[in-house]
């Protein structure tokens, strides 16, 4: 709002300094022209909408506005309604919220979790009427990010949680336990992607299906978009006692499977079935482990692959495409979902460009001691449970000890107050062995409300929510900054919304 007062106090500077130039100027001549000036300069101010931030909060008592945390709205249904801008957000705090009702994006706007973790925010589809999917993405330009797409089957044919009926986005989320059952044929139990859209660093697990009139894709059905950079695992038929087939756990018919991980899942055939056309890209991709009841006899149960496909890079059993990778892809742990490389998998490196096939390249600390938390981020105080993930040591009669949080052993829930913390675990094992392994910055609690500034501060103390506690600087405040808050500088007050512009914007 400032840059665009700026730019309209040039603008009319401009404006006056052009009829000084031109006050002698006829009616006829220049001063028309200059009434124009003045009518598209109006027009423009205008029609420059500045895009609006909605926030949902479902633990309020009842709902505001969405203007603020303080001013939540209750529901998402009701912060998806509010945004009716292309540009617009909607941002959801940690929680589970039901879904009562399709969300139809019809506009170009984003919605997305607080936190930027997905398991944080749970929109649960299980309570409503499901004729129709979760989500249906009806704007290109419409965003989901940073939330899980739980229970969202329904009776529609196409997308039983997710639609992407006029493309969009789905970024960093997780489509979980989708189920769709009837007698018509679904395309997609866990999404539809049609229109350009586009699924990327998402994981899709345990949909299922139990239908008497076919399916294509218990996963993802590609009619026209792209999955990249995601895992497919644990999605299945429930029930193989009929004629009925289930072809494909990701089904292509047009567009991109990149970088992608489709393993434990179980289908009557073909895990990835990719129809025999030019317009199917499958490259970087993993597909093992897979189980397909009723397709062994070529011996190549986990993929089917149409003769015009444009296929590399492909580890499977069997060889298809150019440079294919028929061998174990060596997952770390997949009998307990890690699908991440090991160290000598022959994944490392096989991908365009050096890089790595699946979803998830390899990274070799995951291969030692490693930190985890159950949350990451959170508003005024955060719960969180910490845990030291062995990764091939045996932590056996070890000492771990967490370097300033007064906390021993391999798993503790703290409660983190303001601030920015890295998380340090001092292992002593059993051989006589010592580690240490750090998460750097791995818990960010930020405030939600008012804080003040004050050069000359006394008494400054995290997170300065009051005068007598103000912080000495601007960037303590910001540090300590979330959503919604807001920061008064006691002095120069001017000086401040400068510097909070260009450091927020």
């Not at 000084?20 to 200059?34: I, P």
């Not at 993802?220 to 299945?236: A, Q, R």
């Amino acid at each position: 709002m400032v840059i665009a007062a700026t730019g309209l106090r040039a603008m009319r500077a401009r404006m006056h300094d052009h009829c000084l130039n031109r006050h002698f100027q006829t009616e006829d001549g220049a001063m028309h022209k200059l009434r124009a000036f003045l009518v598209l300069a109006v027009a423009i101010t205008i029609n420059a909408q500045a895009a609006t931030t909605y926030y949902v909060d479902g633990s309020v008592a009842a709902s505001g506005d969405g203007s603020a945390w303080s001013n939540a709205f209750k529901t998402v249904a009701e912060g998806v309604a509010a945004a009716t801008n292309d540009g617009d957000e909607v941002v959801i705090t940690n929680g589970t919220y039901d879904i009562m009702a399709t969300i139809d994006l019809t506009r170009a706007i984003t919605v997305r979790g607080f936190s930027g973790n997905p398991e944080d925010v749970t929109l649960d589809g299980a309570q409503r009427t499901a004729t129709s999917p979760l989500f249906k993405f009806s704007n290109s330009g419409a965003t989901v990010a940073g939330v899980r797409v739980y229970r969202g089957g329904c009776t529609n044919n196409k997308g039983g949680s997710v639609w992407m009926s006029s493309g969009g986005t789905l970024t960093n989320c997780i489509i979980e336990a989708a189920y769709v059952t009837g007698n018509s044929a679904i395309y997609g139990v866990g999404a539809y992607i049609n229109g350009g859209g586009r699924i990327t660093g998402c994981i899709i697990r345990n949909c299922a299906t139990r239908l008497t009139g076919g399916n294509y894709a218990v996963g993802v059905y590609i009619n026209n978009g792209t999955l990249e950079h995601s895992l497919v695992t644990g999605c299945y038929r429930s029930d193989f006692a009929d004629s009925i087939n289930t072809l494909g756990v990701v089904y292509l018919v047009k567009g991109t499977v990149k970088n992608c991980t489709i393993a434990g899942n179980t289908v009557s055939h073909y895990p990835l079935y990719v129809t025999d056309s030019a317009n199917c890209i499958v490259t970087d991709t993993i597909v093992w482990g897979n189980v397909a009841l009723r397709d062994s006899s070529d011996g190549r149960p986990n993929v089917s692959i149409g003769a015009g496909a444009l296929v590399t890079n492909l580890c499977t059993t069997g060889a298809f495409g150019t440079n294919p990778v028929n061998a174990n892809p060596c997952f770390t742990d997949a009998v307990n979902g890690d699908y991440s490389l090991m160290p000598g998998s022959p994944c490392i490196g096989a991908g365009t460009d050096g890089g790595d096939l699946g979803y998830l390249p390899f990274d070799a600390t995951r291969n030692a001691l490693g930190v985890r938390t159950s949350a990451y981020s959170g508003c005024d105080a955060l719960d969180a449970t910490v845990t030291l993930t062995a990764n091939g040591y045996d932590l056996t009669g070890a000492t771990i000890t967490w370097e300033g949080l007064e906390q021993t052993g391999s798993s503790f829930t703290h409660t983190f107050g303001f601030g920015t913390y890295s998380l340090t675990a001092s292992v002593a094992l059993a051989n006589g062995t010592n580690l240490t392994c750090t998460l750097p910055d791995a818990i960010r609690v930020s405030c939600s409300g008012p804080m003040y500034v004050d050069d000359d501060s006394v008494n400054p103390v995290p997170p300065y929510t009051s005068p007598a506690t103000a912080a000495q600087t601007l960037d303590a405040a910001l540090a300590l900054a979330g959503e919604g808050s807001t920061i008064h500088h006691l002095r120069h007050q001017r000086h401040l919304h400068a510097l909070r512009l260009l450091r927020l914007g």
